[in-house]
């Protein structure tokens, strides 16, 4: 959700928000173009970060239960 809020954020230009980007660590931090395949890019990241997790889960637990 974060990832899509700054993502989101890159459509509001204000004098403030636009300061901060002027700047190489905000440019970084909030990015400059709003981009909607980078939105597809987040979902699937936390996608397969999901099922890493839940095979490592496995086998840990499999590791635990052998005595391992």
Do not use: M
């Not at 959700?1 to 230009?13: D, I, K, T």
């Not at 300061?19 to 987040?42: E, W």
């Amino acid at each position: 959700a974060f990832s899509w809020g700054v993502e989101f954020l890159q459509l509001h230009h204000d004098v403030v928000l636009d300061a901060i980007r002027s700047t190489r660590l905000g440019r970084l931090a909030l990015g400059t173009t709003f981009n909607p395949p980078d939105l597809a890019a987040y979902a699937v990241g936390v996608g397969l970060g999901a099922v890493a997790d839940v095979v490592l889960s496995k086998l840990q637990r499999r590791s635990t239960a052998d005595g391992g």
